[in-house]
């Protein structure tokens, strides 16, 4: 159906370690968001990628878009512990709803 | 201004109850949505206003009555909870959907207690 698969659930890492989330779909994505939750807070957007095989770097965030559209995934090169927090990959349904990733949570260890 | 806020941070209530969760923008945004979280899970959609008018209802229990007075104000208002209902209470806003274009800005979030 319209579910988006992330995976991990849950990674830890060492601080200085790289970190990817994954997310998967069954059918194509018109466009696909990224937030992310510190503990205690609230989902902060992050970015959305809208064309196939699209790249975008925010500093040592790195997002793609598959060329299928089928798929997407956040990368944090040398994680630090402020990237502390769940990240939520969600779809765009073309209309008001938007359907969120079970998410991933990254613990970092200093 | 990029910020959705919300009222109050914290409320904890009784089942027999009535109370109200406020969210306000200033962004312009004509589309405002109400999700119920719970812990280490994923915002769940409740509702969605759409230019003042309800759009969408996520088969939301009556206890749950939404209301939006204007373009700006968004409330929640709670009668008879039960304390399944405890969760993070997030209110978000965005434009229209177009250009494929869906981002939605989040509130801080009521963070309810159902005794």
């Known amino acids: 159906g319209q579910q988006v698969m992330q995976i991990p659930q849950y990674q830890h890492v060492q601080e200085g370690e790289d970190f990817t989330t994954y997310c998967n779909s069954s059918?194509?994505?018109?466009?696909i968001q990224w937030y992310k939750q510190r503990p205690g807070g609230h989902p902060v957007f992050l970015i959305q990628?809208?064309?196939?095989?699209e790249v975008k770097k925010q500093k040592r965030l790195t997002f793609q878009f598959g060329e299928a559209k089928k798929n997407s995934s956040l990368h944090i090169t040398a994680t630090q512990t402020t990237d502390v927090g769940t990240y939520f990959c969600?779809?765009?349904?073309?209309?008001?709803?938007?359907?969120f990733g079970a998410g991933t949570r990254l613990f970092v260890k200093a | 201004d990029t910020e959705v806020t919300q009222t109050p941070k914290h409320l904890v209530m009784g089942m027999t109850n009535k109370k109200s969760l406020k969210c306000e923008q200033h962004m312009g945004h004509r589309a405002m949505y109400w999700y119920k979280q719970k812990a280490k899970k994923p915002p769940e959609l409740m509702f969605v206003y759409s230019y003042e008018k309800l759009s969408i209802n996520e088969s939301v229990p009556s206890r749950f009555s939404p209301e939006c007075p204007n373009s700006s104000l968004l409330n929640l208002h709670l009668h008879a909870l039960q304390p399944e209902d405890s969760a993070l209470y997030l209110c978000?806003?965005?434009?229209?959907?177009?250009?494929?274009?869906?981002?939605?800005?989040f509130g801080p979030g009521t963070r309810l207690l159902v005794l």
């Open positions: 969600a779809r765009g349904t073309g209309g008001f709803k938007t359907i």
């Open positions: 978000a806003s965005s434009h229209p959907p177009r250009d494929k274009k869906e981002t939605q800005y």
């Open positions: 059918t194509t994505l018109s466009n």
């Open positions: 990628l809208v064309k196939s095989g």
